[in-house]
């Protein structure tokens, strides 16, 4: 049967009841398209000159089983292959249309679904533990390469006034009794040794009143008893 057009002979055909590939056309919808119902049971609105040139025959259905019976002479079977620490296990259960992925154990324990051709380019080689763990390692790294003299603020042995008082208040624990004269009372940490400056030697700091600390950092104002 020849379709003619609306606009070449001034009539439009109805195509309602006719069949085109696996649509049956139901109704007009108006401006040239028709409501179709496809063999699968899915119903939409198709441009008439698609459906009268062959251009649409099904909801979609047809060109996935047709590429569905396509894909088995293709498909590379990774069964048992081993992609670095992927070990292949079987084809998973997932929509063709979505590409073939395969079902694989890590070394580490963990099942994950990688695309074939992600395994066949080394683009995935774990389930993401590795990269994981390189990120720890650079993390570690950096901070490793950031301590001591590798640091950027680093001014040799000496701590700054402020930064040596927080430094010593981390690591050694007050008692609020003074060591030079014995009260307890508010204290402070003061280093011994005024030559050394603000050194990374805790033995140096010990724990003073505020009167014997301003003695030791040699106030004038403050007289030696």
């Avoid at 003619?4 to 006719?18: E, N, P």
């Avoid at 979609?60 to 990774?78: M, V, Y």
């Avoid at 994950?112 to 066949?120: I, N």
């Avoid at 690591?171 to 508010?186: A, L, N, Q, S």
């Amino acid at each position: 049967m020849v379709w003619y057009c609306a606009s070449s002979m001034g009539k439009r055909i109805d195509m309602t009841g006719h069949r085109f590939g696996r649509w049956l056309v139901v109704s007009y919808a108006g401006d040239g398209i028709w409501n179709c119902r496809c063999d699968c049971g899915n119903e939409a609105p198709v441009i008439g000159a698609n459906l009268r040139n062959g251009r649409s025959q099904s909801c979609g259905c047809l060109g996935r089983e047709k590429l569905k019976e396509q894909r088995p002479a293709t498909l590379i079977d990774e069964t048992g292959n081993r992609y670095d620490r992927l070990l292949v296990l079987r084809r998973a259960d997932r929509d063709p249309s979505e590409g073939v992925y395969w079902e694989c154990q890590c070394d580490c324990g963990n099942l994950t679904e990688v695309r074939g051709k992600l395994l066949r380019s080394g683009h995935t080689t774990s389930c993401g533990c590795k990269r994981k763990e390189t990120s720890a390692k650079t993390l570690s790294a950096v901070a490793s390469a950031q301590t001591g003299e590798n640091h950027p603020r680093w001014k040799g042995d000496d701590l700054s006034y402020t930064y040596a008082h927080v430094w010593v208040a981390r690591h050694k624990e007050k008692t609020g009794v003074c060591e030079i004269c014995g009260e307890r009372r508010y204290t402070e940490w003061a280093n011994r040794h005024p030559d050394r400056r603000h050194s990374r030697n805790l033995d140096d700091y010990i724990e003073v009143c505020k009167p014997h600390h301003m003695l030791l950092d040699g106030h004038p104002w403050v007289k030696r008893k």
